[in-house]
C-alpha cells in the first residue's frame, strides 16, 4: 500500500483502479483504513508509518498534495504536516487519499514518494489494464479479485514486472525489475545472473559422443 514506509519505495502501489460499481465504497474503505495508520517516531513499535526522509521530500510530498486538489481531485483524507507535541518539528505527513483521480493528471502520472494514494475508476477490466499501462512506469502491480484464473489473465496484460495477487507483493529470491522508465534488466533469481555470465557457442561438424 502507498503508506509503507511513508510511500519512499518504488514498488509500493500509489494509483487503485476501481470498477464504478464499487468505486464509492472502496473509496470510503480506503478512508478509514487510512485514518488507522499509526503515525510515529521510527523506532516506536507500535509505529505503523515513519517520517519522510528529510525536508525536501515532505515539501515535495505537500506540494502535489496541493497540485491534486488544485487539478480538482477529491482529497478525501490526510494530505497536511502532522505537528502534534511528539512529533512537531518531524518530516511527518499524514496517510493521504484522493478521490476522482483522473489518470493523466499530475498526481497520477508522477512518483511522489510519499504517502498519497490516487483511487482512480474504471469502465470495465478493459479500461482498468488500458489505463494501468497507460504511465512511464512499470515495476510492480497488483490484481484483486478471488478469481484466480481472471487475476493470471489480467496480469499477463499487465506491462509491470512483478504481478501480485490480492496484495502488492515482492519476492527477491526471483527476478525483480520492470517495464518501460522503471529499469532495465533483473535482479535476483536465474534471470539476475544474466548480466554476469557470457554466451558461447560451439558449431562441430558432428555430434560428440557422450563420455563413459
Known amino acids: 500500500m502507498a503508506w509503507r514506509n511513508c510511500g519512499q519505495s518504488c514498488a509500493l502501489g500509489s494509483r487503485v483502479l476501481v470498477e464504478r460499481p464499487l468505486y464509492d465504497r472502496a473509496v470510503e474503505m480506503f478512508r478509514e483504513r487510512a485514518k488507522t495508520v499509526r503515525v510515529g ?9 515513519g517520517p519522510q526522509a528529510n525536508e525536501a521530500q515532505l ?16 482529497l478525501v483524507t490526510g ?14 505527513i499524514e496517510p493521504t487519499v484522493f478521490a476522482g483521480v483522473d489518470n493523466g493528471s499530475t498526481i497520477a502520472r508522477e512518483e511522489i ?10 469502465d470495465g477490466e478493459e479500461q482498468a489494464i488500458a489505463i494501468a499501462n497507460d504511465t512511464i512506469y512499470g515495476l510492480n502491480a497488483s490484481v484483486f479479485t478471488n478469481d484466480p484464473e481472471r ?26 525489475g520492470g517495464f518501460k522508465q522503471s529499469g ?3 535482479e535476483g533469481g536465474i534471470e539476475g545472473m544474466y548480466p554476469y555470465l557470457e554466451a558461447k557457442t560451439m558449431i ?3 555430434r560428440v559422443p557422450k563420455a563413459t
Open 184 to 186: 532495465i534488466g533483473r
Open 151 to 176: 487475476a493470471y489473465a489480467v496480469g499477463r496484460r499487465l506491462r509491470a514486472g512483478t504481478v501480485g495477487h490480492n496484495a502488492f507483493k515482492t519476492d527477491f529470491s526471483i527476478a525483480f
Open 59 to 74: 515539501k515535495k510530498t505537500l506540494s502535489y498534495v496541493e497540485i491534486g486538489k488544485n487539478d480538482g481531485a477529491e
Open 41 to 49: 517516531m521510527p523506532l516506536d513499535e507500535a509505529s505503523r508509518m
Open 113 to 122: 514518494f510519499g504517502p498519497v494514494l490516487s483511487v482512480i475508476p474504471a
Open 204 to 206: 562441430l561438424d558432428q
Open 79 to 92: 494530505g497536511r504536516r502532522i505537528q502534534t507535541p511528539e512529533l512537531a518539528g518531524g518530516y511527518f
